[in-house]
């Protein structure tokens, strides 16, 4: 009777254990799901920052790019020693890959 007593006792703090265990395994899956999360969430924060400000730069670059061919006239060409080529066709791309939207027409 004693070692019938014992032994359901024993399987009572086993099954206890087992759960604070579970408890306890559970509660650090919760945890690191949550702080992965933050990290995610101030991760995409920063990534969507740097894409403002390297936008901007391409828009800077792009109206640098733009004020820079229209400064060429055949005075400039003229001083770095290029030549007027008559009769010439160039090739351009109008796809939407070529994002420069001050050259291209869509």
Do not use: G, W
Not at 2 to 10: D, E, G, S
Not at 29 to 51: D, G, H, P, T, W
Request: net charge neutral; proline share 1%; aromatic share 10%.
């Amino acid at each position: 009777m004693l070692a019938k007593h014992f032994t359901q006792q024993n399987f009572y703090q086993r099954i206890i254990n087992t759960m604070f265990a579970t408890l306890l395994v559970l509660a650090v899956v919760y945890c690191i799901i949550l702080l992965s999360l933050v990290f995610s969430v101030i991760e995409r924060k920063q990534n969507l920052l740097a894409v403002k400000d390297l936008s901007s730069q391409v828009s800077a670059l792009e109206a640098r790019y733009s004020n820079e061919v229209a400064n060429i006239n055949d005075s400039v060409l003229a001083e770095h020693n290029f030549t007027r080529i008559e009769n010439t066709t160039f090739a351009v791309r109008k796809d939407p890959i070529a994002s420069f939207s001050l050259l291209y027409t869509h």
